[in-house]
């Protein structure tokens, strides 16, 4: 069993930071890819970034130069540092582990709200 913990959300004024966590227990060898993703009320799911056990990373393009993502694979633990946030960053977000070592499967963390206000 692997359970992913979420923590760093909350309000922020637009223009802020906050940082989320995301850190895996359980029986886990590696994971190969961590994520965040977030849900806005009445839209889909959607990828922020996401960054390989090498580093490579991917990002949403309206994230981009303002969101970084890291990871320390020693503590199973990836991060996002979100920059100049707006209004429309908003939502709940949701950490990922995909590819999780035994056994390669992908697991979802219970999501932390974001709030940006103008």
């Known amino acids: 069993q692997v359970q992913l913990v979420e923590s760093g959300g909350g309000l922020a004024q637009a223009g802020g930071s906050l940082r989320l966590s995301c850190a895996a227990s359980?029986?886990?060898?590696?994971?190969?890819?961590m994520g965040w993703y977030r849900q806005a009320p009445g839209t889909r799911r959607e990828l922020v970034a996401r960054?390989?056990?090498?580093?490579?990373?991917t990002y949403l393009n309206s994230v981009k130069d303002r969101f970084t993502i890291s990871r320390d694979n020693a503590k199973n633990t990836v991060y996002l540092q979100m920059n100049s946030l707006k209004p429309e960053d908003t939502a709940v977000y949701y950490c990922?582990?995909?590819?999780?070592?035994?056994?390669?499967?992908?697991?979802w963390g219970q999501g932390t709200q974001v709030t940006v206000s103008s």
């Open positions: 990922k582990a995909e590819g999780v070592v035994p056994g390669w499967g992908d697991y």
């Open positions: 359980g029986r886990i060898f590696s994971i190969n890819v």
């Open positions: 960054i390989s056990s090498g580093g490579s990373t």
